[in-house]
């Protein structure tokens, strides 16, 4: 039997927790999300490929997208869909890209949050058109060294369930209050907090499951923001994989499911913020 966003009773029922966190599995079993986490690593892709940064699948019938100053913008993620299995609300082929302005590359403030697409642009391809169909000269594009990810990555998908994330403004809802009103739960007096932030802060880059935010959720105290309910994609600072975003930041785009399942990308909240 499945449940929603296609888990399995069987996956809930074995669902993996601390020790420590036992006697809240009850708690925690509603609140499971599927997740498809990502791997990158350095290599050179095809056009069609699953990325980081490097180019992008470009129609010759397209334009490469602008920013609100005219410039060309530069393709953060490409995810071809055919290549995986992720999360029953999103698609299972097409080609979704997100692009992003040199303009969001050197953040001057702590939290960036963005609803309309000027400075990033969010493209679904439901169907690939041949290699002869499309632009494979991006001569045009400036080196940009300010750029979050370093250099072209290709990305694996590895099938993820988690539970709410220790920032995420649901959180609470799980638990029926805040984490901090919990007090010392094991013998090294570590509190519930403690534990959960430990080990689900959800940091990782990764489509669908539970965001990370370094300060709070801003969808909390705003019921339109909360129809934004979907992890579209998320990207964290990560000097191993070459990925920085200002000071040690993470980049977070969301979508309404119900819109995503309908595959309308014109909707999507941009979110991006550093220490």
């Given at each position: ?12 029922e074995n669902f993996d927790l ?176 403690d534990i959960y932030f430990e ?73 991006a913020e550093q220490y």
């Open positions: 039997m499945l449940y929603g966003g296609g888990i399995n009773l069987k996956t809930l601390p020790q420590q966190l036992e006697g809240f599995r009850e708690n925690l079993i509603p609140s499971l999300k599927p997740s498809s986490l990502i791997i990158p690593y350095n290599t050179t892709t095809s056009l069609t490929a699953s990325k980081f940064a490097g180019y992008p699948y470009l129609p010759k019938n397209q334009l490469h997208p602008k920013d609100s100053d005219g410039n060309y913008m530069y393709l953060l993620a490409q995810i071809n869909f055919s290549e995986s299995t992720f999360p029953a609300t999103f698609p299972n082929q097409g080609l979704l890209q997100i692009f992003i302005s040199k303009n969001l590359c050197t953040p001057e403030h702590q939290v960036v949050e963005l609803l309309w697409q000027q400075d990033y642009k969010i493209r679904y391809y439901p169907t690939l058109l041949p290699e002869s169909d499309l632009i494979h000269d991006f001569s045009y594009l400036e080196t940009l060294n300010t750029f979050p990810i370093e250099n072209e990555k290709g990305i694996l998908f590895i099938p993820n369930v988690e539970p709410v994330s220790a920032t995420d403004y649901r959180v609470e809802r799980y638990f029926k209050k805040p984490l901090s009103q919990y007090g010392i739960i094991n013998d090294d007096e570590r509190t519930l907090e080990r689900y802060l959800g940091a990782d880059h990764k489509i669908g499951g539970y965001p990370y935010f370094i300060e709070y959720d801003l969808r909390e105290n705003s019921e339109f923001l909360q129809s934004y309910d979907t992890l579209l994609l998320q990207i964290v600072t990560n000097d191993e994989h070459g990925i920085n975003y200002g000071d040690t930041g993470v980049l977070k785009f969301f979508i309404n499911q119900e819109k995503l399942m309908n595959l309308d990308f014109s909707n999507v909240y941009f979110h």
